[in-house]
């Protein structure tokens, strides 16, 4: 069964705040299941543009990274995300 992952392009507008967000979403997608394998790091823009930091975070299966995602906990915390950066999140399914 293919992997799921939970894949995020973010601004962040306000880093003091948004520390809170990185600080209480850990636990709780670890918790889910979810194995962070980028967490901001060096990117370069290659074609295109794009948001200037990337996360993509790893769940045993699609389901489990869409179940992660709309996790009530979850979504509390990225209320915080919601207000101090601009986001694209997907959910997207691996290959075999």
Known sequence: MPKGYIIGHI????PDAYREYVERDTPILDKLG???????????VVEGTAH???VVIEF?????ALAAYNDPEY????????NTADSVILVVEGVE
């Open 60 to 64: 045993p299966t699609y389901a489990e």
């Open 34 to 44: 979810g194995r962070f394998v980028v967490r901001g790091g060096q990117s370069q």
């Open 11 to 14: 601004t962040v507008k306000d």
């Open 52 to 54: 200037d930091r990337h």
């Open 75 to 82: 979504q509390e915390v990225a209320q915080i995300r919601h």
